[in-house]
């Protein structure tokens, strides 16, 4: 069924009309001599959202998951070790994607809540004096816990320690959203999709490379084709693509990153944290506690929200689609049952999202929970009142 209401899940997320109507395009000639025109600033200026001027951008038809797969078989060989913390259900499916890749996983196992172990991390980089990690696996924005981990302070474990290993960040719920610098946070590897921060269909895997993971490709032995960033890159430096581009999602973006660029990226962060803080605070007042254990882990792009023990977490995303129609997100893996999930990220306003806090009042009202209709509507009102 499909509903008119807006939708609260961490992506997809809603579509602007402009961005939809970018898209609603008949199929036209990729080989035509003016395909460059478009495509190359549409590539240059994407770097502008990665925030990165040395790195560059690649655009392959996908998910974030296919740029995963590209960013581990373009950069490592069979018997590299990866260091990734387990600390959701997200970071967890980069550790099953290397395993098939032959890559020895040192998994760091850590509380769901948390976010990536930056003083673990910096531990074992110090103790790797051969070098034996060949990257660092994280993700910004963990979307099943809705806890942000902090890259930078990765990155400078790394530095400290004197290690040469790649940084590759999973930014697929949080970059064109929150706070991403690509270059200042030295990340070697940023990886996203077009459904989430850049509110378009699904298709894109949308990938940052620094020259460094550039670079390691020469040596990379891992068997790699159609993620292949040589010849995705080789192809972009003329305005080309390498096989049959998703033309009418390259219109969409267009249009998504001149929205973006045009609010001003740190006004999307300014928007998308406002929003958050709105959302927390009506948590607060209905007396539930986050699944991020401590306020330097809130995500601005989703709030993960714990229900009280005995009650299952799953009858409110069900009843509030049965009864409501209005999408929320449930638990993931471990998590399931036990928190629901308030997506607020890509084309969400204060007032949208007034409409998903007022929704989870009546579904969770509804079954028997001890809420009053109304308290946290008016907490998230009291953030975003502008006055007059
Ligand atoms: C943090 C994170 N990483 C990876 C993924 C997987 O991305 P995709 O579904 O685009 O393959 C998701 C999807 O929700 C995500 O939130």
Not at 125 to 135: N, P, Q
């Amino acid at each position: 069924m499909q509903h008119q209401n807006p939708i609260f899940i961490p992506g997809p997320t809603n579509t602007p009309d402009v961005i939809k109507a970018a898209m609603n395009v008949s199929n036209f000639d990729h080989r035509a001599p003016d395909f460059a025109d478009d495509y190359i600033p549409l590539l240059n200026d994407l770097k502008k959202v990665f925030k990165t001027e040395t790195g560059q951008v690649l655009l392959f038809s996908a998910t974030g998951t296919g740029g995963w797969e590209g960013a581990i078989s373009n950069t490592l060989c069979a018997g590299d070790k990866v260091l990734i913390a387990r600390y959701g259900m997200f970071i967890q499916r980069s550790i099953y994607l290397s395993q098939p890749f032959g890559l020895d996983v040192e998994v760091v196992e850590c509380e769901w809540g948390t976010g990536a172990p930056v003083e673990e991390f910096a531990h074992r980089l110090r103790a790797d004096k051969k070098g034996h990690i060949k990257a660092v696996l994280v993700t910004h924005n963990e979307t099943a816990t809705a806890v942000k981990s902090d890259v930078h302070g990765v990155r400078k474990a790394i530095d400290n320690a004197s290690h040469s290993a790649l940084l590759m960040v999973d930014a697929v719920s949080s970059l064109a959203s929150m706070d991403f610098q690509m270059d200042a946070w030295g990340v070697d590897i940023a990886i996203t999709g077009a459904q989430k921060g850049f509110m378009l269909n699904t298709g894109l895997a949308i990938v940052g490379v620094s020259p460094k993971a550039m670079a390691g490709t020469a040596t990379a032995t891992l068997p790699r084709c159609f993620f292949d960033f040589n010849d995705m890159a080789n192809a972009n430096k003329i305005g080309s693509y390498p096989y049959t581009p998703p033309v009418q999602l390259f219109n969409g973006l267009r249009a998504s990153v001149s929205l973006l660029l045009n609010e001003g990226m740190s006004n999307v962060y300014a928007r998308h944290h406002r929003i958050a803080e709105g959302v927390r605070a009506a948590v607060k007042a209905w007396g539930l506690e986050l699944c991020a254990h401590s306020p330097e882990l809130y995500s601005d792009t989703v709030t993960a929200i714990m229900v009280p023990e005995g009650k299952d977490a799953n009858l409110i995303t069900q009843h509030a689609y049965k009864a409501y129609g209005v999408s929320f997100g449930g638990g993931l893996g471990e998590m399931a049952g036990k928190l629901f999930r308030i997506g607020h990220l890509g084309a969400m306003t204060d007032v949208m999202v007034l409409s998903g806090i007022a929704t989870a009042e009546m579904v969770m009202v509804d079954l028997g929970y001890n809420i009053n209709l109304g308290s946290g509507v008016a907490a998230a009102q009291s953030v975003y009142r502008r006055g007059v």
